[in-house]
């Protein structure tokens, strides 16, 4: 079974960035996310045993606290595959704890038998193009002239989910302090 980790980020479709972006490509056929924002922490290709990763997440989660990120850039990747152009909101600069939680969480899965074949980019997938409709350099122009404030934010909703159907196996919740 496929399955995969996700970290919930609280964004809204209302918000004026937004918008911006959307009146930017309003040109371009987009699959906007509309809503479920999330960093992809591990996607497992193979998943033996749900219980099992669920518990190995969990031990994993010992001792952890909600990280803070500020989301600062627009910007688009092509996929691995090279079908499809995701446009996406990111971290100049990820924090320390963060990045070392998803080494050790992804290590741990691993070694439980998970299947991880793709590595980690830290990103909120904001909408998908295919690939095969525009270039990378035409869509990063128009992507970029959309205005991304600083977001500051704190997740605190981590979950673990089929693919495909994204059904709940298992949710946490992050401390705060």
């Not at 959307?22 to 996310?33: D, E, F, G």
């Not at 591990?42 to 001792?63: K, M, V």
């Amino acid at each position: 079974m496929k399955s995969y980790l996700e970290l919930n980020i609280p964004l809204s479709s209302d918000s004026a960035w937004y918008r911006d972006l959307l009146y930017s490509c309003r040109n371009i056929p987009v699959r906007w996310q509309n809503g479920c924002w999330h960093v992809t922490m591990a996607f497992l290709d193979e998943t033996p045993d749900p219980a099992d990763a669920a518990r190995i997440i969990t031990e994993a989660l010992s001792g952890v606290k909600a990280w803070d990120f500020v989301f600062d850039t627009i910007d688009v990747f092509t996929t691995g595959s090279g079908k499809e152009h995701i446009i996406n909101l990111t971290a100049s600069a990820a924090p320390e704890e963060f990045k070392k939680f998803v080494t050790k969480v992804r290590g741990a899965l691993s070694d439980g038998g998970c299947a991880i074949q793709s590595g980690f980019r830290l990103h909120i997938t904001l909408g998908r193009v295919k690939a095969s409709g525009i270039s990378l350099g035409d869509l990063r122009k128009a992507v970029g002239s959309a205005s991304c404030p600083r977001l500051r934010m704190a997740p605190v909703k981590l979950d673990l989910l089929t693919f495909p159907g994204h059904g709940l196996i298992r949710k946490w919740t992050l401390r705060r302090e």
